[in-house]
């Protein structure tokens, strides 16, 4: 029957049938091709522009013992966030804890400047390029007394820190009445210019200083290693300290960006500034680049930016994170 079948259905006058049989199969396989790539691209779509495609957990909950070591390591780690030490200092700068290269900075600051006894009431501090920064507020709690120093108006100008509102042009700028009311702020704290390519004399007998990913923006890799040198020479007291933090290329030890707004450093640009400033006579901490040891320290996030989970950012092509460098002025 089924030889029949086929016979009959393979003859010359089926041909016809056939051939409607072929176009409506063919109309139905189109549009579910059709359908099917339509989800696709909508698919394609909302995961190239969501915020929220990396699941970013809250580091309070699942904290390290307080006896783990705290900020091993120069460069920014996901593994310190989760330690309690990390989360005590947030409640300084008034944040809850974020994976955040500019929180890690400020907490490293905040850690590095506090362990060394630099800051006490009544010592002072001098920060460079401070934009917006809730350190100084900080200090000033502590009874420090803190010149909050900016780029001068013609040179933020003519970057984008001013659209950007990076740049601080008052002592207003730096007002942070949940860690320290203003009045106090306004007693601990005075606001002023400075050129980091050309610090002035009158920078000069501080117990510490510091800066936040500002000596990448001095034009060339160069530049703000001088600037590194300058800051600790000219503006501390001996035994003062000194906390920068910066660039850091995470993906080559070769190729980066030398010169223009923003400069990359490598890890032998680190190690030469440290060896340089050891060699004038200056202790400096140890640096070292820990390992990728938890998953979101190989999460990378791309412009536009999203900023929920930004420990490493694809920067002119380069895979960028930030380090720190500490320093004590030798006599």
């Known amino acids: 029957m089924l030889k029949t079948l086929t016979k009959n259905v393979l003859h010359p006058m089926w041909a016809p049938v056939r051939r409607r049989i072929d176009a409506r199969v063919d109309s139905k396989i189109a549009a ?32 390290v013992p307080a006896e783990t070591p705290f900020l091993q390591y ?9 330690h309690p030490r990390f989360i005590q200092l947030c409640k300084l700068i008034d944040e809850r804890p ?13 850690h590095k400047l506090l362990e060394s006894g630099a800051v006490q009431s009544g010592s002072r501090g001098l920060v ?33 820190w001013t659209s950007t509102n990076q740049h601080s042009a008052a002592l207003e700028g730096l007002s942070y009445p949940a860690i320290v009311p203003d009045e106090k702020l306004a007693q601990h704290v005075t606001h002023a210019y400075c050129d980091m390519n050309a610090i ?14 500002c000596f990448e ?25 000194a906390v920068h933090t910066t660039e850091f290329n995470a993906s080559s030890n070769d190729r980066t960006v030398e010169s223009g707004d923003t400069v990359i450093y490598r ?17 400096v ?34 895979t960028c994170t930030s380090v720190g460098i500490v320093v004590r002025r030798g006599t």
């Open 128 to 160: 460079f390029g401070v934009g917006r920064e809730p350190l100084p507020a900080v200090f000033a709690s502590l009874g420090a007394n803190i010149t909050a120093t900016d780029a001068p108006l013609d040179l933020a100008t003519t970057s984008s």
């Open 74 to 82: 120069s460069n920014c780690q996901a593994a310190d966030f989760y």
């Open 267 to 283: 890890r032998r640009d680190m190690e030469a500034l440290v060896q340089r400033l050891r060699d004038r006579g200056h202790d």
């Open 217 to 241: 923006h001095l034009g060339s890799l160069d530049a703000g290693l001088q600037f590194v040198v300058n800051a600790v020479e000219t503006t501390l007291k001996p035994g003062g300290v």
């Open 285 to 318: 901490e140890e640096f070292r680049i820990g390992p990728f040891a938890h998953a979101l320290d190989f999460h990378v996030d791309v412009p536009p930016y999203s900023g929920d989970v930004h420990l490493k950012l694809l920067l002119a092509g380069h």
């Open 98 to 110: 974020r994976f955040h290269r500019k929180q890690w900075e400020w907490v490293f600051v905040l």
């Open 32 to 63: 579910a091709l059709e359908h099917h790539q339509s989800q696709i691209d909508a698919l394609r779509f909302e995961l190239k522009n969501s915020r929220y495609s990396t699941f970013s957990p809250n580091p309070s909950f699942d904290q």
């Open 200 to 213: 002035g004399p009158e920078f000069t007998g501080y117990d510490f200083n510091w800066s936040s990913c």
